[in-house]
């Protein structure tokens, strides 16, 4: 598939989003940057991160209620598809993404802000609250690969043949494997589909991040059905390692349905957690936990506990 064909499932899935949608190219020193911002001008800024090949749009199910109360941002990453472009200094380590994050949030007029990322956007989310925390002043991390626990094999194995000959068809049963039978939106689909097949896509890669050492309120939100890896130890190593940590199930859920299926679950969980008040936000034992459920159905296939360069 041409770039073309991207071209126009982005702008298809651009007009889900509310009318009111600004987008922007924000000016760094890696390239503009789009930027999706809807919600009141002087609602506290919410940064949303999507998952590789998903984009900023990917969050255009969450945008409307999310948009009620916070000013939010939805962000095409730096080495990805979509309309930010690579331009400038070149994009080659970790450092490079968290100096772009900075500059993003400059180029915005954004000296604080919430921040939220799936998957991919969780382990950049994560490094960037690490690197800059006087900047995020609570912490979201929906689905987050890498972070605690390694990819579970079977999901690399199933991934593998979309990432060494990257095609449509191959992304789209990717796609529908890891989802089962979750109805997505097929606009959508085609877009990440279609992601894996842009050229010069360049997905910077990086260790874990030392989680221990964040000290912002956390909330984890994770996919009941996920099979990118072993939900019970993401859960666990999050509740052991995190000093002001939640931990939440999101019922019905896959790694890759999230954050657009079944939206409302998640919105609420999220807005919950960003509106806790400043006494009701004060730190908590590493133990204390959203939702013990993450702990208590059956466990899953063995996992492998892979660190590997694949991201989602």
């Not at 279609?194 to 956390?218: E, F, H, N, Q, Y």
């Not at 609420?268 to 959203?290: E, H, I, K, N």
Request: hydrophobic share 40%; glycine share 8%; net charge negative.
């Amino acid at each position: 598939m041409s770039l073309s064909d991207f071209d126009l499932a982005y702008d298809e899935l651009r007009g889900r989003w509310p009318e009111s949608t600004e987008d922007r190219d924000v000016a760094t020193p890696y390239g503009p940057t789009r930027v999706h911002v809807y919600g009141p001008v002087d609602g506290i800024p919410l940064v949303l991160l999507p998952g590789g090949s998903a984009t900023g749009l990917a969050w255009f199910a969450n945008a409307p209620a999310l948009g009620e109360r916070y000013r939010v941002h939805a962000v095409d990453l730096l080495g990805d598809a979509g309309r930010t472009e690579r331009r400038g200094t070149p994009l080659q380590s970790v450092d490079d993404l968290t100096a772009w994050l900075d500059a993003l949030l400059d180029g915005l007029g954004l000296a604080r802000a919430h921040l939220c990322g799936h998957s991919y956007g969780a382990w950049l989310a994560a490094r960037y609250a690490l690197h800059a925390p006087e900047r995020v002043d609570r912490l979201a991390l929906v689905e987050p690969t890498q972070v605690f626990a390694g990819f579970r094999l079977g999901y690399l194995l199933h991934a593998l043949p979309h990432l060494i000959r990257p095609s449509e068809a191959r992304a789209r049963a990717f796609l529908a494997w890891e989802t089962a039978d979750i109805d997505l939106d097929e606009t959508w689909q085609r877009l990440y589909a279609l992601a894996s097949t842009v050229p010069c896509r360049k997905l910077i890669a990086g260790g874990r991040p030392r989680i221990a050492d964040l000290r912002m309120p956390v909330l984890v939100l994770l996919a009941e059905h996920s099979r990118a890896h072993r939900v019970d130890k993401v859960a666990e190593r999050a509740r052991r390692t995190l000093a002001q940590g939640e931990v939440a199930l999101l019922p019905g859920a896959t790694h890759h349905s999230l954050p657009l299926a079944a939206p409302k679950p998640l919105n609420d969980r999220l807005m919950d957690f960003l509106t806790v008040t400043a006494s009701a936000g004060a730190p908590q034992p590493a133990d204390r936990v959203a939702d013990r459920s993450c702990w208590t159905g059956p466990q899953p296939e063995t996992d492998t506990d892979m660190t590997t360069s694949h991201q989602t």
